[in-house]
């Protein structure tokens, strides 16, 4: 009897580590996935957008605007970026729409489409009931809109974030953006 039982236990244990070992393969590719999307993270050449890397992805851009709000669904990416009254130069928003679109449509595969908003910041954003923030600018661009080309040619020190941004995407502007624009 004695040998029956340890006969049961020899093949229960080895069920166990059959069992246990079948799955390391799995264990294996999703530890390399996610370590292969970290290398892409940390070395800035991201090519798939998903929920794990996008936030990583955009706190390494250098933006002069802060992000307010992130949405990533159905390959459209959408952000909205918040400046305080009255410190908004336009100058560095059409650098962080550059700065972005070239990073959603020229560092990734699977960004179709990009929509990002400036919004304004009341003055007292802090108070209780204050006013809503305001809408400045708005910019759709899409990855139809990219030509090859545009993107080998394209360098940060060679062209104008304005002209590049305006010539090739849509943007909306608001009223208020216009009448602060205009001299």
Do not use: C
């Not at 305080?84 to 449509?105: A, E, I, M, N, W």
């Amino acid at each position: 009897m004695k040998g029956f039982y340890r006969l049961l236990l020899v093949a229960l244990v080895s069920l166990v580590i059959a069992f246990g070992v079948s799955g390391l393969p799995r264990l294996d590719s999703s530890s390399r996935q996610m370590a292969e999307e970290e290398m892409a993270v940390q070395s800035g050449s991201v090519k798939l957008l998903t929920d794990r890397n996008v936030v990583d992805l955009l706190v390494r851009q250098p933006l002069f605007l802060d992000i307010g709000h992130v949405e990533w669904s159905d390959s459209i990416l959408s952000i909205d970026l918040k400046a305080k009254q009255g410190h908004v130069d336009p100058d560095f928003v059409y650098r962080d729409l550059y700065t972005l679109s070239k990073l959603g449509l020229q560092g990734t595969k699977n960004v179709k489409q990009l929509l990002v908003r400036v919004m304004e910041l009341p003055a007292s954003a802090t108070a209780i009931g204050a006013g809503k923030p305001q809408l400045l600018v708005a910019m759709e661009a899409r990855r139809d809109d990219l030509k090859r080309e545009d993107a080998l040619n394209a360098t940060p020190g060679s062209i104008n974030a304005e002209q590049y941004v305006s010539s090739h995407f849509r943007l909306t502007f608001t009223p208020k953006w216009l009448d602060r624009k205009s001299p």
